[in-house]
């Protein structure tokens, strides 16, 4: 079946440590997308990516990068210097170019990450 | 810009009671209208959308209708089931761009035996 992975489901990360956060999806989709979830809190997209080898920032992107070497793959990295890094985060993927209005996104079934 | 106001939860419920959560939006052009769902712990699903005026969405016993007059996409579902409990986003996307979904602040709904 095709789908978006999102690996690991729980993550834990010491103070000063980058971590990455794994996202791979089956669904031949062009574009690709990062959200970050707090508690009882809507959606903030990170980063997204409309192509391979290209990404644009979203709403709250200091702190951490991505990149897109291939179109199956988008990993989210959270580096040190993103002060608050706890919170639910959730990739997703959409066909890319004029038809996505019509068909929204998947998404992942997210990563928990905890500063420890 | 374009946006989505939802109503804020939680929403309580006892289980088969009808439940309505409103959406409005503010978009240039003609979006399409999208309502997702997600249970406690998990991503994102897409449980319903309408890409013209008029259109009705429906699926698990949840509908919204395209209302271009009153620029609004309300779920509604005739009788809830416990298992209805979860957030509810309502999001659009606009059609003069190949644009990113915008999303509501979602709202909670927590059904009652």
């Known amino acids: 079946d095709g789908g978006i992975t999102q690996s690991p489901k729980y993550l834990f990360r010491k103070e000063g440590q980058n971590v990455t956060l794994s996202c791979e999806q089956n669904l031949n989709h062009d574009a690709m997308y990062w959200y970050r979830q707090d508690p009882g809190q809507g959606l903030r997209l990170i980063y997204y990516s409309q192509i391979v080898n290209d990404f644009q920032k979203g709403d709250i992107a200091e702190g951490y990068s991505v990149s897109r070497e291939k179109k199956e793959s988008f990993p989210l990295t959270v580096t040190s210097a993103q002060k608050n890094p706890t919170a639910f985060y959730l990739c997703a993927s959409s066909i890319g170019g004029p038809a996505q209005t019509y068909y929204g996104y998947t998404f992942g079934s997210g990563t928990r990450l905890t500063v420890v | 810009g374009d946006s989505v106001t939802q109503m804020e939860g939680p929403v309580t419920l006892s289980e088969e009671a009808f439940l309505t959560i409103n959406c409005t939006y503010t978009?240039?052009?003609?979006?399409?209208l999208f309502w997702y769902v997600q249970y406690p712990g998990e991503g994102l699903q897409l449980l319903l959308k309408?890409?013209?005026?008029?259109d009705k969405g429906s699926n698990k016993g949840f509908e919204a209708t395209y209302r271009k007059e009153t620029t609004s996409f309300h779920l509604e579902k005739g009788s809830v089931q416990v298992s209805d409990s979860a957030v509810y986003f309502c999001?659009?996307?606009?059609?003069?761009?190949?644009?990113?979904?915008?999303f509501g602040a979602g709202t909670q709904v927590v059904v009652t035996p």
């Open positions: 309408a890409t013209k005026a008029d």
């Open positions: 978009a240039t052009g003609y979006p399409s």
């Open positions: 999001a659009l996307t606009p059609t003069d761009s190949w644009g990113k979904l915008q």
